[in-house]
């Protein structure tokens, strides 16, 4: 079996699955995959991210408000009530990207600052994203100490890859890495060691190579780790051990 370690489960294309998300899931488990991580992105849709991991055993839930949703007046109680509840196993997606919301720069600091402390307090892993915001994004989390993460959907280049996993970080690669114009993210996937790497669809975007341009969805998993795969040398068995094995370990999953 294979992890999913970044998709949004309540944010799926249901239309090729009659609106049954039943019917998503038991497609992507078919395909191989065994867990699901389920990323919450902002206090409103968290609810039903808490809902769908509550009602199925392979989904796991993420607390966080993405950067491109954080606004004046967030509920920091709200959050970490969230953070609290049964099968939360990471606090995110959080971080930085100021190539979408650049002008709220200053308060995505202050929101991913909190969602750090949050993290250090229930002791729970970060997931970051960052765009066009790597600097910044790496000077807060060194500030932070010391800290357990990924950095998810990674299309940096090496310095950066080697900045996080200096920090201790895992580093995971999304559908992007089979783009055919993929060049430099398949390079710097290629000198990732292998005990930190992970997988993921971010689903429903960024749908993999040979389903790009249709809605992605968590099965398509395999196709991220077949590339990874490749690239490596492995076998994709291999690589798919390699990457649950990873990802149970961050997200401390039974
Ligand atoms: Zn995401």
Same mark, same amino acid.
């Given at each position: 079996?294979?992890?999913d370690?970044?998709?949004?489960?309540?944010?799926?294309?249901?239309?090729?699955?009659?609106?049954?998300?039943?019917a998503?899931?038991?497609d992507? &488990?078919?395909?191989?995959?065994g867990?699901?991580?389920?990323?919450?992105v902002?206090?409103d849709?968290?609810?039903?991210?808490?809902?769908?991991a !509550?009602?199925?055993?392979?989904?796991y839930?993420?607390?966080?408000?993405?950067?491109?949703?954080?606004? !004046?007046?967030m509920d920091?109680? &709200?959050?970490?009530?969230?953070?609290?509840q049964?099968k939360?196993?990471? /606090?995110?997606?959080?971080?930085?990207?100021?190539?979408?919301?650049?002008?709220?720069?200053?308060?995505?600091? !202050?929101s991913?600052?909190l969602?750090?402390?949050?993290?250090?307090?229930? %002791?729970?892993?970060?997931?970051?994203h960052?765009?066009e915001?790597r600097s910044?994004?790496?000077d807060?989390?060194?500030q932070a100490?010391p800290?357990?993460?990924?950095m998810?959907?990674?299309?940096?280049?090496?310095?950066?890859a080697k900045?996080a996993?200096d920090? %201790?970080?895992? /580093?995971?690669f999304s559908g992007?890495?089979?783009?055919k114009?993929a060049?430099?993210?398949?390079?710097v996937?290629?000198?990732?060691?292998l005990? &930190?790497l992970?997988v993921?669809t971010?689903s429903?975007?960024?749908?993999?190579?040979?389903?790009?341009?249709?809605?992605?969805?968590?099965?398509?998993?395999?196709?991220v780790a077949r590339?990874l795969?490749?690239l490596?040398?492995?076998?994709?068995?291999?690589?798919t051990a390699?990457?649950?094995?990873?990802?149970?370990?961050?997200?401390?999953?039974p």
């Open positions: 079996m294979i992890i370690s970044h998709c949004h489960l309540n944010l799926l294309d249901l239309a090729p699955f009659e609106g049954s998300l039943l998503a899931l038991q992507s &488990r078919d395909r191989g995959v867990a699901f991580i389920c990323i919450g902002d206090l849709t968290q609810p039903a991210v808490m809902a769908i !509550a009602a199925h055993e392979d989904v839930a993420t607390v966080g408000i993405h950067p491109n949703h954080v606004v !004046a007046s920091y109680e &709200r959050l970490r009530y969230y953070a609290t049964p939360v196993v990471a /606090i995110g997606e959080t971080g930085l990207d100021y190539h979408y919301t650049p002008e709220t720069a200053v308060l995505q600091q !202050a991913f600052e969602h750090i402390q949050l993290a250090k307090d229930l %002791g729970l892993p970060l997931v970051i960052t765009r915001a910044d994004t790496l807060l989390l060194s100490g800290q357990a993460g990924v998810h959907c990674f299309t940096e280049d090496w310095s950066t900045r996993l920090l %201790g970080f895992y /580093i995971s992007v890495l089979t783009f114009n060049h430099a993210l398949r390079e996937a290629a000198q990732v060691p005990d &930190r992970m993921e971010d429903p975007w960024l749908a993999p190579v040979p389903h790009r341009g249709h809605s992605n969805r968590p099965g398509y998993v395999v196709e590339v795969a490749e490596r040398g492995v076998s994709l068995e291999e690589m390699i990457t649950v094995t990873n990802t149970r370990t961050l997200f401390n999953l």
